[in-house]
């Protein structure tokens, strides 16, 4: 299976000076940690990663210091996430089928919760990780006036990995182009073409790098995996 990693954002509410996946986490790039997930995956068999060109250098040396068996390739990303995922579309080999898309800020998901969406994209079109949501969610206009409590059991928090059938995904993206549909993740196009997308269990630790408080909180998550 066709695996696609964005990685071209710029991490600005990191605050950092640079893309935030270059960042060190525990003396290795935020990426290479992705990476090694990736590698030990046992159903993926190809990565592409979009970035910004001005990140490739920074992106082979971090490839050359992850032994990874399998092919990789560096694709152009985009102004937004959704540009980025277009692109990797693009760039799949002809025969890909199905596909998984992770964020390579997401450094903390298993090769397990890879395997299990994997192996749910053979029996489901469409599919994303999630969990259940904790908090009580409001819903407000404009004024920040609560309008609505939303039933809190059918509220999930989107993750990634989120996969596809590479030939329905790709029609949806095409339209959402047309349309200019703008959207922060790819189920979100696959719903809006009415075609379904399976819950699979996410895992509470696979938290979205985004803050420094993240990147504390990540630290603190692989420091305990390791010891
Ligand atoms: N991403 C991408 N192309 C973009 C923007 C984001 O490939 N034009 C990727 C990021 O590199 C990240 C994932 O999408 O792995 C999720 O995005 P996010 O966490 O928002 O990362 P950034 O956009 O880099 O952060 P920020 O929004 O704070 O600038
Ligand atoms: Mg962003």
């Known amino acids: 299976m066709h695996l696609l990693i964005p990685a071209a954002g710029s991490g600005r509410r ?3 000076d640079r893309n935030k996946l ?3 986490l525990l003396g290795k790039p935020l990426l290479a940690w992705t990476l090694e997930v990736a590698e030990a995956s046992d159903y993926i068999t190809w990565i592409g990663i979009m970035g910004q060109p001005i990140d490739f250098p920074d992106f082979e040396e971090i490839l050359a210091n992850v032994s990874l068996t399998k092919p990789v390739k560096l694709i152009q990303g985009g102004a937004t996430r959704q540009e980025s995922v277009y692109n990797g579309l693009q760039a799949l080999p002809a025969t890909a089928e199905r596909v998984l ?4 800020a997401r450094c903390l998901a298993t090769p397990d919760l ?5 192996e749910e994209l053979f029996r489901f079109p ?9 908090d009580t969610i409001k819903i407000t206009d404009d004024t920040g006036l609560v309008q609505d409590t939303p039933d809190r059991s059918h509220l999930w928090a989107a993750q990634t990995p989120q996969g596809f059938e590479v030939k329905l995904l790709k029609d949806c993206h095409a339209k959402g182009r ?7 993740d790819d189920a979100a196009l696959f719903e809006k073409c009415d075609l379904s997308v399976q819950i699979v269990p996410g895992e509470e ?3 979205k790098v985004t803050t420094p408080m993240d990147l504390a909180i990540a630290e603190f998550i692989l420091k305990q995996r390791v010891s």
Request: aromatic share 8%.
């Open 22 to 24: 270059l960042l060190s």
């Open 178 to 184: 047309q349309w200019g549909w703008e959207v922060t």
């Open 101 to 104: 898309i992770h964020d390579g």
């Open 205 to 207: 630790t696979n938290l």
């Open 14 to 16: 990191m605050g950092s």
């Open 126 to 134: 469409g599919l994303i990780a999630a969990i259940p949501v904790k």
């Open 114 to 118: 890879f395997n299990r969406c994997a």
